[in-house]
């Protein structure tokens, strides 16, 4: 109670910022998020107390002008006794709560692998009808009020997992998987970012978590086990055509479509459903109106340094079968 009430004093000049808070640490929506933010919480107030008290006792020394009655007192008490005795409940706290975000988790727990590339996310589930790999990207969908496992490593250099909302910051190491478990909360969108520097494009390395009811994130997965829509109209099957003609193959995986000829290399993201995405580029464009033409036509522009070449010898018509037939799949 003397938590919330203590958040809640302090969140108040943040509650006009609220809607710009992509993503917070002192927004949490999850277990172990909560924690830490009730952590940051009592640090946070505690060290306000303390400036106010000190503030106070200089203010009074200044007005007086006189030395402090009995000056080993003052410095022993509050320069010995006060800061020992903060710092060891302070302590005592941290280890308490610091140890329910390395509590066991169920049998049960969600298993989700993550692999950092530079500058995007690899995400891979277990289709539970066949136990084959569900592969995606840039974008993770959680159950809500669900224990999830993230395996995490990286293709490259250290990049650095994090999702405010959700949880700490775990680092991604080449040739090495680290762990982090979490329980989600309720349904939202949260926003995640890597958090350590990876070279170029760094602060354009972001992803989304889309925590929804179990039932929907079911549904979700049981459609992205699923192979590539096929073209509905000639417009869409134009595009298909154009994604192996122009070699996008090479890189990308459409299950059904390309993902023999692409071989397994991953050397960009899996296309499959890319059209269910909310965002382009690991958060770079939100995936509407004309982002996917702008995308496939000047990705170089957008995000200088990307693997991706840009397709500026494409004519319109062109541009516009490819994207319609990426934005088909869904």
């Not at 590339?117 to 669900?146: F, H, S």
């Not at 070699?247 to 459409?254: D, V």
Request: glycine share 8%.
């Amino acid at each position: 109670m003397r938590t919330g009430i203590l958040a809640a004093v302090m969140a108040a000049p943040l509650a006009g910022c609220a809607e710009l808070n992509l993503q917070s640490a002192l927004h949490p929506s999850g277990h172990d998020a909560a924690v830490i933010a009730e952590m940051t919480w009592w640090l946070i107030g505690g060290a306000t107390v303390i400036f106010v008290g000190v503030m106070i006792l200089l203010a009074a020394s200044l007005r007086d002008g006189r030395r402090p009655v009995r000056p080993g007192v003052w410095l022993l008490g509050a320069g010995v006794a006060f800061p020992v005795a903060v710092l060891t409940v302070l302590l005592v706290y941290g280890l308490v709560r610091s140890q329910q975000l390395l509590a066991p988790m169920s049998q049960n727990a969600l298993v989700v692998s993550v692999t950092a590339k530079m500058w995007w996310w690899e995400v891979r589930y277990r289709d539970p009808a066949t136990g084959n790999d569900v592969v995606t990207a840039n974008e993770i969908r959680l159950p809500a009020q669900r224990d999830v496992y993230f395996a995490l490593t990286s293709d490259d250099v250290i990049h650095s997992f994090w999702v405010p909302s959700l949880a700490g910051k775990v680092d991604m190491l080449r040739g090495r998987i680290t762990r982090l478990r979490v329980r989600t909360g309720d349904p939202a969108v949260l926003r995640g970012q890597c958090a350590e520097y990876c070279g170029e494009q760094h602060a354009r390395m972001a992803l989304h978590v889309v925590v929804e009811e179990e039932a929907a994130f079911d549904a979700w997965l049981a459609n992205q086990a699923r192979p590539a829509r096929v073209p509905a109209n000639a417009l869409q099957g134009r595009g298909r055509a154009l994604f192996n003609e122009r070699r996008c193959s090479a890189c990308h995986t459409i299950r059904g479509v390309a993902e023999e000829t692409a071989g397994g290399a991953a050397l960009g993201p899996d296309l499959t459903h890319v059209g269910s995405r909310l965002y382009l580029g690991a958060g770079t464009l939100r995936n509407d109106g004309d982002a996917m033409r702008d995308w496939i036509a000047d990705v170089q522009r957008i995000k200088h340094g990307a693997r991706m070449p840009a397709f500026r010898d494409l004519d319109d018509d062109s541009l516009h079968a490819l994207s319609a037939y990426l934005e088909h799949l869904q």
